[in-house]
């Protein structure tokens, strides 16, 4: 079900309430009734907003808006949420009068129950109908709607309690039901609030952006970059980067290059809209990075190193490493090899015979280092609250486009077996995993000289 239509339902349900309600609040002068068909009202006018909201945000990009219309959505669920704020207040003013005046006078008729079912029952159903429109894609609007409803079952159980208490005579729990409401409410449109500003300010989560940065940094065939640039418009995110390849590069091998990020990028961080801008690396290119440029496209070929060259006469003589598959048989390496061989000494001037040396692969990680100071401090804090531990001499924070890591190293105290110092560690290292759980943690053990 798309956005707009869940919405226009959601409308007509809780149109139908303000009604239903406020005739039977009318009828049998109950104010818990009346003050939910109040609630209601706001809710009509909060879900109008929205749906005016997302029908807009739905329009293509055009001249004045080349990102489209996505943030009159998110101006849509900060609307909505400060309307839900309007509303806690209300509801607060209206406890604090009850409490203030005393007034009791209600008539707890069968018709009030009846509306008070009917108005649960419609927001049963604008719950599942909004809920289900947000399983086909994230939409602030239909949150912010589906949070007003949630609000409307909470505050429809607040009415049938005051209701049910005043048929018994008991009033004041009636009162208090409807403050704890306020805080819900209160949270909710708070929440949706910040939210919802994040958006209209272009922030995106740091989180996001060190996935970008570091698919970036890990793709083999980019030198440096600069620029990067993010921000989320509706339920998109756009990027922005600036990326410089070698020089040698042919324009063809560039765009693929440039195609390959944009879907790495893209498979970390979903909907988005990549936009690459190629430049040539600023640095000219050694007779070593050439070689190893060549070397490197040969298929098979994983890593290059130990490149050297020696004069022999009028020429040179290579020597380099490269590295293959473990696995592959070593008439398959030794193919590899010679592919390298004939190529280098083709595409490269002045080399006069080359000797490559096969190794197997190495798996390397590269990685980005994450300045969190907080999460650091906090680490470290916990780390020192262990009765064995004297202090605390390093904890770096880094990761790679998958994971997160930590590494810290301490000193603990004298006369520890080793395997005690290894339970101290494991039950350390649980400790940070319990509130950092995206970190992968290690311990390290030094002896007291070591950490000077």
Not at 132 to 143: F, Y
Not at 425 to 452: C, F, M, P, W
Request: aromatic fraction near 6%; charged fraction near 25%; charge should be negative.
């Amino acid at each position: 079900m798309n956005k707009t239509r869940a919405l226009t339902i959601s409308l007509a349900a809780i149109a139908s309430v303000v009604v239903v309600e406020g005739a039977a609040g009318l009828l049998t002068n109950s104010l818990a009734l009346l003050s939910d068909a109040l609630h209601a009202l706001f809710d009509v006018l909060a879900t109008l907003t929205l749906l005016v909201a997302t029908h807009l945000s739905l329009k293509p990009p055009d001249e004045t808006h080349t990102y489209g219309h996505g943030k009159i959505e998110s101006i849509g669920g900060f609307l909505g949420g400060l309307l839900l704020f309007v509303l806690g207040v209300d509801i607060v003013w209206s406890a604090a009068r009850r409490l203030i005046e005393g007034e009791h006078n209600i008539n707890p008729e069968l018709i009030g129950f009846l509306a008070i079912f009917y108005t649960l029952a419609v927001d049963g159903l604008r719950i599942f109908v909004l809920n289900a429109s947000l399983r086909g894609g994230e939409s602030v609007t239909v949150k912010a709607d589906l949070f007003h409803a949630l609000s409307d079952f909470s505050s429809t159980l607040v009415a049938l309690a005051g209701f049910a208490f005043a048929s018994l005579n008991i009033f004041v729990g009636d009162t208090f039901a409807a403050l704890i409401l306020c805080a819900l409410i209160f949270y909710l449109s708070l929440k949706m609030v910040y939210r919802t500003s994040l958006d209209l300010s272009d922030a995106v989560p740091k989180s996001v952006f060190n996935r970008v940065k570091a698919s970036i940094q890990t793709h083999p065939n980019i030198k440096h970059f600069d620029n990067l640039r993010m921000r989320k418009v509706g339920d998109k995110i756009f990027v922005d980067v600036d990326i410089a390849v070698p020089q040698e590069l042919s324009v063809k091998e560039a765009d693929l290059i440039v195609s390959d990020l944009q879907k790495k990028i893209q498979d970390t961080i979903g909907k988005s809209e990549v936009s690459v801008k190629l430049k040539p690396s600023p640095q000219q290119p050694t007779l070593v990075d050439r070689i190893q440029h060549v070397a490197g496209r040969v298929e098979g070929v994983r890593g290059v190193h130990k490149v050297a060259l020696t004069d022999v006469g009028q020429a040179q003589h290579l020597t380099l490493h490269i590295e293959v598959d473990p696995n592959l048989s070593t008439d398959r390496a030794h193919e590899i090899a010679e592919e390298v061989e004939r190529r280098v000494m083709k595409e490269v001037s002045g080399i006069g015979s080359a000797t490559v040396h096969i190794e197997p692969t190495q798996e390397h990680i590269k990685a980005y280092v994450i300045d969190n100071r907080d999460v650091a401090e906090s680490i470290k804090e916990i780390v020192e609250a262990n009765r064995f531990v004297k202090k605390v001499s390093d904890v770096k924070i880094y990761g790679d486009e998958k994971k997160e890591y930590a590494d810290v190293r301490c000193v603990l105290r004298d006369n520890l077996t080793v395997e005690e110092a290894h339970a101290v560690a494991t039950e350390i290292e649980r400790k940070i995993v319990e509130k950092y759980q995206r970190l992968n943690v290690t311990l390290h053990i030094e002896a007291e000289g070591d950490s000077k």
